[in-house]
């Protein structure tokens, strides 16, 4: 507590933890909720960039910092329906200025989670205390299975898309569904024998939220769905 008297006037100054939130109506004390309320648009200050990929059976995560002098370690956070999180692991920060800071984390076995999709974001913890979230990444593990996978690039606004053939030459048509299922974009591309990748530019103003993108090729149907932040 800080006291500070002003003519006659005893003004009592009480300083609590900085807010992690720039606007007074995104904080998440002022909602009347316990849990924090990740940010909806872009990444935590510090944190460069954060990827999601799978290598074998595991979920490798990948991000850089351009200074860690303020944070005392991250919380790897990993969700099957994008709605409730639970902690993968912690990363301890090496509390430097350094100009690039690179950190990793495996989560292993992810395979083995009976599900196709996992989410995943940081948890970051500052030393006063201040907690905030990095964007949501989101891994299709389908491709251990030669299914499908996308990856939403925030930066460009595409859906990046990876899908495995077996087969010769064909076809594949791609659908962008929203959650009450309304077609809001189609787009064919050709496929090679083996892993091809493909980009779908989504509409400019389209809503944060849950999204599905169908993918048909030899007469085989598959859908993944993904956030868009």
Not at 207 to 223: C, I, W
Request: proline share 4%; glycine share 6%; with cysteine.
């Amino acid at each position: 507590m800080k006291i500070k008297i002003i003519g006659t006037i005893l003004i009592a100054l009480i300083f609590s933890a900085q807010c992690a939130y720039p606007q007074e109506n995104e904080c998440p004390c002022n909602q009347g909720s316990s849990d924090p309320i990740p940010p909806t648009t872009g990444l935590p200050m510090n944190i460069l960039r954060f990827d999601v990929a799978l290598s074998n059976t595991n979920a490798q995560l990948n991000w850089q910092t351009n200074s860690d002098a303020d944070f005392r370690y991250f919380e790897v956070e990993r969700s099957l329906d994008g709605d409730t999180w639970k902690k993968a692991g912690t990363v301890k920060t090496n509390g430097t200025d350094a100009t690039i800071n690179n950190y990793r984390f495996t989560d292993s076995n992810i395979t083995g989670l009976g599900v196709n999709v996992v989410f995943y974001r940081l948890h970051l913890w500052y030393f006063n205390d201040v907690v905030a979230y990095s964007m949501i990444r989101t891994l299709n593990i389908g491709n251990a299975k030669g299914m499908v996978s996308v990856w939403y690039n925030n930066a460009s606004n595409k859906l990046q898309v990876t899908i495995p053939l077996v087969s010769s030459e064909t076809n594949a048509e791609l659908a962008l569904i929203s959650s009450d299922g309304k077609i809001l974009l189609r787009k064919t591309v050709t496929l090679a024998k083996g892993y091809n990748e493909a980009s779908l530019n989504l509409p400019n103003g389209l809503p944060a939220g849950m999204y599905l993108l169908q993918v048909e090729k030899d007469k085989v149907r598959s859908t993944v769905k993904f956030v868009k932040q």
